[in-house]
């Protein structure tokens, strides 16, 4: 008879997408995982198969908090206009944060694996039309609240949104200067009104 897991595997899954999110895949080793988790070789390997798996679980686990938040901040405010800053100022924010420099994910991964992966590539995909098209239904509810302009293209406004907010999260990656991490947030908003 099996053992009963002694582990929270979700709780597993986020200690390694930390790892995998920071490092990358090539540079996350093994050891990074057990440390990160907690877990045996044997547990880690029972549970999840291989380091890709793991990393795919760990993957799917960001994309779907990453879901949760930006629905939260584009559902939390009176106006969509107002929702639709929040979410870009806590970009900002945590791209001020010196003990989150690791960007987005979903950009990392799409920079490490490029073209070269389509399992991955598919992912990346999902996630960036994911996110388009709560932009999408956040500008359309700007149309109705008043907060956005009726002659706005919401699906295309929703695209550069997104090629934004991808490009703040590779330059904050980077932690270069903050004031055009701010400018170009501030020019994006304008773009909604």
Same mark, same amino acid.
């Given at each position: 008879?099996?053992?009963?897991?002694?582990?929270?595997?979700?709780?597993?899954?986020?200690?390694?997408?930390?790892?995998?999110?920071?490092?990358?895949?090539?540079?996350?080793?093994?050891?990074?995982?057990?440390?990160?988790?907690?877990?045996?070789?044997?547990?880690?390997?029972?549970?999840?198969?291989?380091?890709?798996?793991?990393?795919?679980?760990?993957?799917?686990?960001?994309?779907?908090?990453?879901?949760?938040?930006?629905?939260?901040?584009?559902?939390?405010?009176?106006?969509?206009?107002?929702?639709?800053?929040? +979410?870009?100022?806590?970009? *900002?924010?945590?791209?001020? !944060?010196?003990? %989150?420099?690791?960007?987005? #994910?979903?950009?990392? &991964?799409?920079?490490?694996?490029?073209?070269?992966?389509?399992?991955?590539?598919?992912?990346?995909?999902?996630?960036?039309?994911?996110?388009?098209?709560?932009?999408?239904?956040?500008?359309?509810?700007?149309?109705?609240?008043?907060?956005?302009?009726?002659?706005?293209?919401?699906?295309?406004?929703?695209? +550069?949104?997104?090629?934004? *907010?991808?490009?703040?999260? !590779?330059?904050? %990656?980077?932690?270069?200067? #903050?004031?055009?991490? &701010?400018?170009?947030?501030?020019?994006?908003?304008?773009?909604?009104?």
């Amino acid at each position: 008879m099996a053992r009963p897991r002694e582990f929270d595997e979700r709780e597993a899954l986020i200690q390694a997408m930390h790892v995998f999110w920071s490092k990358g895949y090539e540079s996350t080793s093994l050891p990074d995982l057990l440390k990160a988790t907690g877990l045996s070789r044997s547990s880690l390997y029972d549970t999840f198969g291989s380091k890709r798996e793991l990393f795919l679980a760990a993957f799917e686990i960001y994309r779907q908090e990453r879901m949760r938040v930006l629905h939260g901040y584009l559902n939390s405010e009176s106006t969509a206009y107002t929702s639709i800053q929040g +979410f870009f100022l806590m970009v *900002l924010e945590h791209a001020r !944060m010196q003990e %989150r420099p690791f960007g987005c #994910m979903s950009c990392n &991964e799409a920079v490490e694996f490029g073209p070269h992966d389509p399992e991955v590539q598919q992912l990346v995909e999902k996630d960036f039309l994911g996110i388009e098209d709560a932009f999408t239904l956040a500008i359309e509810a700007g149309k109705k609240d008043g907060s956005i302009p009726l002659n706005k293209n919401a699906r295309r406004l929703a695209r +550069f949104l997104t090629v934004t *907010l991808q490009g703040l999260q !590779m330059m904050s %990656r980077s932690r270069l200067d #903050m004031e055009r991490l &701010e400018d170009a947030t501030s020019v994006m908003l304008t773009t909604l009104q």
